[in-house]
């Protein structure tokens, strides 16, 4: 079922505003998305019944738009003069059953004028005259551009002198597509066929392959001209089927420039292919930063492993240094942060040349540029506690432990075999005339009893690991952790802005899916109806 297209400029200004806080399209863009205007000639009326067609005369300062609908209604409706500019309001004439409940916001009410009649043959249309939309006052073109949105058929009256207007050709070629346009020479008396056949080869350029020009003289009613064929053709469209013919190609030529400009914001948006690009960008980045910091971090941790060293008692027992000793033992300080923030701002400056927006990757990796501090002080400190509560390698731990035991063990060895011999020689030298133990033996006894005792215990002492190298490994092992954890952070920021963006294009994307449904009801102009040579191919 094809969407209302309302409900798609909608949609497309609450994406807009979204998508502009995050920062995914700039400032610019979000205006122009927001510019879509969602008026339809329906939006006059508060009903979907069927309604008259409205037609509006349009063009530069003194063509006569106002003395042709004032021809029209066979009465002044419009005014008219000569001062610059002539047209300053907007003159609605139409039949007196017709009720109008919803003008355009935004307008002041002293600047439209309403006329009605009760001639039944002009009954189904609305005629407009608009001000001149070249004139030096801006609210003139305020007031025109307000009016478009809401207009089926634009009558464009120039004359011989003004028929190359800049201002008003510009509008003609941005609104080309959502009218159907009928053309009106005027002051034809004072005009040239030259004139004509140039003012149809410029509409040619225009998109209009065999446009309809009537040439008029409202000076002189007595001249003949073509002003009975303009009104019979304009009553001959006054009819239901045409008024939704307009409606529904104006909304299918609305919706196709809303899709183009949601196209354009989707290039802007940058491809999903780039996004995948962006992990491998940011390893190769940390890479060289992650070698710089290594050769910067050299001589701080050593620093940093003699203070934990000497201050080995103080840290384990929570005794914390003050604050000033912290800031000056701190191994990530301000050089460090800032060489990591150059790393980040190189990675946006890349991601940012292979067409992905900035400002996501700015605002999601400004948290991991906070917390690289905290990581890099708690994994050092971990790691310190860690080297200072199990110092060296396993190997050394173990040996360490044998000795503990043999310093044990030896000693209660050593004087079990004295007391054994003790034993054994007294006992022998009551039954033979052996003597008992002498001097010798206890002063062997008692060396071999302090050398099985000393013997590990000095052996456990030189090889007891050193404090310092052991914070130095640990903080060498917590900083490799640390780097570890923060290319993870950087990694989990840009899954999150890849998800993100994943998210936007699914979201426009839905709404250009919308736009380009076209209305099963939708009925074709035929190539025979004059309606078609009113619209740009």
């Known amino acids: 079922m094809a969407s209302d297209y309302s409900d798609l400029v909608e949609k497309t200004k609450q994406w807009a505003a979204q998508a502009s806080a995050l920062g995914w399209i700039n400032s610019h863009c979000a205006e122009q998305l927001s510019e879509f205007d969602a008026r339809t000639p329906d939006s006059l009326f508060n009903h979907n019944t069927a309604r008259p067609l409205i037609v509006a005369f349009m063009g530069g300062t003194g063509v006569g738009k106002s003395s042709l609908l004032n021809r029209l209604a066979k009465k002044s409706v419009a005014k008219t003069g000569v001062e ?15 009720t109008i409940n919803n003008l355009p916001e935004k307008l002041p009410i002293d600047r439209i004028t309403i006329a009605q009649h009760d001639d039944e043959s002009k009954k189904d249309i609305i005629w407009i005259d608009m001000p001149d939309f070249d004139s ?131 290039q802007a948006l940058g491809s999903t292919k780039i996004f995948q690009q962006a992990p491998e960008i940011w390893h190769k980045q940390w890479e060289q930063t992650t070698n710089l910091l290594q050769q910067g971090f050299d001589w701080p941790i050593k620093k940093l492993a003699t203070y934990y060293a000497e201050h080995a008692g103080h840290l ?95 000693p209660l060895l050593s004087i079990s075999w004295v007391a054994y011999q003790v034993f054994v020689g007294y006992y022998q030298s009551n039954m033979t005339d052996v003597e008992y133990l002498g001097i010798d033996f206890a002063v062997h006894s008692s060396l071999l009893v302090i050398i099985s005792w000393l013997a590990p215990w000095f052996i456990r002492r030189q090889l007891k690991p050193s404090l310092e190298k052991s914070v130095l490994n640990g903080l060498k092992k917590g900083l490799d952790t640390a780097i570890t954890l923060i290319d993870g952070e950087v990694i989990d920021a840009v899954s999150v802005i890849d998800k993100q963006h994943s998210q936007q294009i699914k979201h426009i994307a839905t709404i250009i899916e919308q736009c380009a449904m076209v209305d099963s009801q939708q009925s074709p102009i035929a190539t025979d109806n004059p309606l078609s040579r009113m619209l740009v191919n």
């Open 84 to 98: 610059r500019p002539t047209s300053r309001e907007v003159t609605l004439y139409h039949h007196q059953s017709v």
């Open 316 to 410: 384990i027992s929570n005794s914390a240094t003050n604050t000033a000793e912290k800031a000056e033992l701190a191994l990530w300080d301000e050089w460090a942060q800032a060489r990591f923030s150059d790393a980040l701002d190189q990675f946006i400056h890349n991601t940012d040349q292979l067409g992905l927006p900035a400002t996501p990757f700015k605002k999601e990796l400004a948290l991991v540029r906070e917390k690289a501090p905290k990581i890099v002080q708690t994994q050092s400190e971990l790691a310190v506690r860690q080297a200072l509560a199990n110092p060296g390698n396993a190997l050394q731990r173990g040996f360490l432990k044998l000795m503990r035991v043999l310093e044990f063990v030896l």
């Open 136 to 266: 030096t006052e801006q609210s003139n073109k305020h007031l025109v551009l307000e009016w478009l949105p809401q207009i089926d058929v634009l009558i464009y009256v120039v004359s011989p002198e003004r028929y190359r207007d800049e201002k008003a050709w510009r509008l003609l070629l941005s609104e080309g597509n959502r009218h159907a346009w009928l053309f009106v020479l005027n002051q034809w008396d004072r005009g040239q066929s030259e004139q004509y056949e140039d003012f149809k080869q410029q509409l040619g350029k225009a998109g209009f392959v065999e446009p309809i020009i009537f040439k008029t003289i409202c000076a002189d009613s007595s001249q003949p001209d073509e002003f009975d064929a303009l009104h019979t053709t304009i009553t001959s469209l006054a009819n239901a089927n045409t008024v939704k013919q307009l409606k529904q190609r104006s909304m299918q030529v609305r919706k196709d420039e809303l899709k183009q400009k949601l196209q354009q914001s989707i």
